[in-house]
């Protein structure tokens, strides 16, 4: 049987489609790319995905986000220098697409932060809509949780994670673009399923590295080797 070939960008030792060093207006030399390279194996998706930049509501969001990725750079003598951290390129991209009504999706676990970053782009001019996980206050029971499975023992009343309440609750605001703030693994995918109105992560969850997983590839040669083989 002949197996399936698929695109496998994160192995590919070309990136052609970078076009490193290329003058404008000279595009990639195609030929060069890998057997595996989605522009040989779906030319048809990629094309139907160009087609999408039409429109010209998307083609300009894209091109303020291409904006926004230049402006997180500075030239200087010695070279290209970042100098903008998430939360900055945040309160600059939704003020370049003109929003003014922000919804905050946030874990409780990270209230602190919430608040933290509520002040922040409330004092920049935004309206703030937040709503924690928690929201609905809905026993862990609903979703069939045994008592040996809960994080607080077994006599512990624990209120389940609601993102699905968060996605409506911010969808029946109004608010111009959503703000995921530390959900968990599976809440979060949730959340984008519900969410109805354009959304960006500022931060996801990890409750050992600070919030920071890359941080477990970065050390996965020393600290974090058990995570190149199989996870329990």
Same mark, same amino acid.
């Given at each position: 049987?002949?197996?399936?070939?698929?695109?496998?960008?994160?192995?590919?030792?070309?990136?052609?489609?970078?076009?490193?060093?290329?003058?404008?207006?000279?595009?990639?030399?195609?030929?060069?790319?890998?057997?595996?390279?989605?522009?040989?194996?779906?030319?048809?998706?990629?094309?139907?995905?160009?087609?999408?930049?039409?429109?010209?509501?998307?083609?300009?969001?894209?091109?303020?986000?291409?904006?926004?990725?230049?402006?997180?750079?500075?030239?200087?003598?010695?070279?290209?220098?970042?100098?903008?951290?998430?939360?900055?390129?945040?309160?600059?991209?939704?003020?370049?697409?003109?929003?003014?009504?922000?919804?905050?999706?946030?874990?409780?676990?990270?209230?602190?932060?919430?608040?933290?970053?509520?002040?922040?782009?409330?004092?920049?001019?935004?309206?703030?809509?937040?709503?924690?996980? +928690?929201?609905? /206050? =809905? @026993?862990?029971?609903? #979703?069939?949780?045994?008592?040996?499975?809960?994080?607080?023992? $077994?006599? %512990?009343?624990?209120?389940?994670?609601?993102?699905?309440?968060?996605?409506?609750?911010?969808?029946?605001?109004?608010?111009?673009?959503?703000?995921?703030?530390?959900?968990?693994?599976?809440?979060?995918?949730?959340?984008? +399923?519900?969410? /109805? =109105? @354009?959304?960006?992560? #500022?931060?996801?969850?990890?409750?050992?590295?600070?919030?920071? $997983?890359? %941080?477990?590839?970065?050390?996965?040669?020393?600290?974090?080797?058990?995570?190149?083989?199989?996870?329990?």
């Amino acid at each position: 049987m002949t197996r399936e070939r698929y695109p496998t960008c994160a192995r590919c030792p070309t990136r052609v489609c970078e076009n490193r060093g290329g003058r404008a207006g000279d595009g990639p030399d195609i030929s060069k790319a890998p057997a595996f390279c989605p522009m040989k194996l779906m030319p048809e998706e990629l094309g139907c995905a160009l087609a999408e930049y039409d429109d010209p509501g998307l083609k300009e969001f894209a091109r303020l986000a291409s904006v926004q990725e230049f402006q997180c750079y500075e030239r200087l003598p010695d070279g290209l220098r970042t100098k903008l951290p998430r939360i900055e390129e945040l309160i600059q991209f939704a003020r370049k697409c003109g929003y003014q009504k922000l919804g905050l999706a946030h874990c409780g676990g990270l209230f602190r932060e919430a608040v933290m970053l509520t002040e922040i782009l409330e004092s920049n001019g935004f309206e703030v809509v937040s709503v924690q996980c +928690k929201t609905g /206050a =809905v @026993p862990k029971e609903r #979703l069939g949780i045994r008592p040996e499975e809960k994080i607080g023992g $077994p006599e %512990a009343w624990e209120t389940m994670c609601n993102p699905i309440a968060q996605a409506m609750v911010i969808n029946h605001a109004g608010v111009d673009m959503a703000v995921m703030l530390g959900l968990c693994i599976g809440h979060d995918t949730l959340f984008i +399923k519900y969410c /109805a =109105v @354009p959304l960006t992560v #500022l931060a996801v969850k990890d409750r050992v590295l600070g919030h920071n $997983p890359l %941080a477990a590839l970065y050390l996965s040669d020393t600290y974090y080797h058990r995570q190149t083989g199989k996870i329990d």
